[in-house]
């Protein structure tokens, strides 16, 4: 197993301590650093400014809004980001959700798969640049077919450090994550329990099969001639208290199940939903929708925390932590002060 950590997205600010994480994450060997992006602080320019201060680290982007940009610009930022950091870009990708894609990016959202096929594809065909780049899909075309008729297919001024750069794609339905399988590098998970592996084993593997990629085993876990990466972001929270650990982790996991999308369309309700926890699930939404945020946190029970994330005293985290090896995931993204990130890392080694 390897480690990640990140910054996420801002809420007033940048956080203080992010440069410094990064640091010390680059020094201990960390797989990568991500940031992210919803509808305030950017993900591409926090990981350049903070990137830079590093040598070995890779920097990811978990994740670039596809809605945020058109593929070229995305590409551009890209192939700009591998390099200035020498090749260690990875560049995550996801759709997000209806709220804040047709809300604040006023784009639309109707079939997001599709949008996102044509969307690498694209990307891939800049980064290889064997030719000028012409597409014709249901959702992007370049050159734009209207206009003063005056667009001509382009190909990149800038030479890619690497061609096959890699993508990752943040996805939580089995479709998605067989898209992942298919056309991506890697996949980024969130609210990944290990008791449903299998789950996702089934998921990846059908979008393996339709890249002649090789399947993933009994074991359930990624072969490594896959070349295929799981970072999966993990809340970690030592507390000799496992009730109070797990009040840091419920009010988070009470907004991305109540409140982070529609009632009728919440794609991280319907993964607690394919845990077995739709009672819980449906009684945190009704709450939260209804303004009772508090008691839409109170409702999540400790046995759901600790399906998702790493709470309690040491003793226990190092236990639990062992339920993640015979899974799908490749690297543990986490997020803490310099002393979590250290004592993780030494119980990974051990």
């Not at 070229?72 to 996801?94: C, E, K, P, Q, Y």
């Not at 939404?285 to 998702?308: C, F, H, N, T």
């Amino acid at each position: 197993m390897k480690l990640a950590t990140g910054a996420g997205y801002w809420s007033a600010g940048p956080p203080p301590d992010a440069l410094e994480t990064l640091q010390l994450a680059d020094r201990l060997g960390f797989h990568s650093f991500w940031t992210a992006e919803a509808y305030g602080s950017d993900c591409l320019t926090p990981l350049a400014w903070w990137g830079s201060h590093t040598e070995q680290i890779g920097l990811g982007t978990g994740i670039v809004q596809i809605s945020a940009r058109t593929p070229a610009a995305t590409a551009m930022a890209a192939v700009t980001m591998d390099h200035l950091s020498g090749g260690r870009f990875i560049l995550g990708l996801g759709v997000s959700g209806p709220q804040v894609v047709e809300g604040w990016y006023g784009q639309p959202y109707p079939r997001p798969l599709a949008r996102t096929r044509e969307y690498i594809e694209i990307i891939r065909a800049i980064l290889e640049r064997d030719k000028p780049v012409s597409f014709s899909g249901d959702h992007y075309q370049m050159p734009f077919p209207g206009g003063m008729g005056l667009g001509k297919a382009l190909k990149s001024t800038v030479h890619p450090l690497r061609p096959d750069l890699p993508i990752y794609l943040g996805a939580e339905g089995p479709r998605n994550v067989a898209l992942a399988g298919e056309l991506c590098d890697g996949w980024l998970p969130i609210f990944f329990a290990p008791k449903d592996n299998q789950f996702y084993v089934d998921a990846l593997n059908s979008g393996f099969a339709a890249a002649s990629k090789p399947q993933i085993g009994t074991d359930g876990r990624i072969p490594d001639d896959a070349d295929f990466e799981v970072v999966c972001m993990v809340s970690v929270v030592p507390d000799d208290d496992v009730e109070r650990a797990a009040d840091r982790v419920r009010p988070m996991l009470a907004l991305y199940m109540g409140g982070m999308g529609a009632r009728n369309a919440n794609f991280h309700y319907d993964v607690f939903c394919r845990m077995g926890y739709q009672h819980v699930a449906d009684e945190v939404q009704d709450l939260y929708l209804d303004g009772r945020k508090q008691e839409a946190s109170a409702a999540i029970p400790v046995e759901l925390v600790e399906e998702v994330a790493l709470i309690g005293p040491m003793d226990k985290i190092a236990r639990d932590l062992r339920r993640w090896d015979d899974t799908v995931v490749t690297t543990l993204q986490i997020a803490g002060p310099p002393q979590l990130l250290e004592a993780m890392a030494e119980m990974v080694a051990n």
